[in-house]
Nanobody, 115 residues
Framework: QVQLVQSGGGLVQTGGSLRLSCAAS????????MGWYRQAPGKQRELVAR???????TYSDSVKGRFTISTDNAKYTFYLQMNSLKPEDTAVYYC?????????WGQGTQVTVSS
């Protein structure tokens, strides 16, 4: 089992930046698949960014060039740096981690971008 605790959401103006953190309850060095998802009101949850083998990253087209996923194995934590935020980025963001055949989710954190 892995518990994931998120932090870092909030309210920001268009063009601003936020960094989300996802702290795991155990070492993530043996995990090779971590990601961030988001869900806006009335919409399905969508993949925003993903990192595999601590190296290969993928991003949704809507955030490419603006968001960056990264990890800090020493802190059991991975991050989502969000720059040039837009109102359409407003959503609840969830971190996700695959570990020993299981899928684990953070509690979700609200990101609101005002126009």
């Amino acid at each position: 089992q892995v518990q994931l605790v998120q932090s870092g959401g909030g309210l920001v103006q268009t063009g601003g930046s936020l960094r989300l953190s996802c702290a795991a309850s155990r070492s993530i060095s043996s995990t090779n698949d971590m990601g961030w998802y988001r869900q806006a009101p009335g919409k399905q949850r969508e993949l925003v960014a993903r990192i595999i083998d601590f190296h290969y990253t993928t991003y949704s087209d809507s955030v490419k060039g603006r968001f960056t996923i990264s990890t800090d194995n020493a802190k059991y934590t991975f991050y989502l740096q969000m720059n040039s935020l837009k109102p359409e980025d407003t959503a609840v963001y969830y971190c996700n981690l695959l570990y020993r055949g299981g899928t684990f989710w953070g509690q979700g954190t609200q990101v609101t971008v005002s126009s």
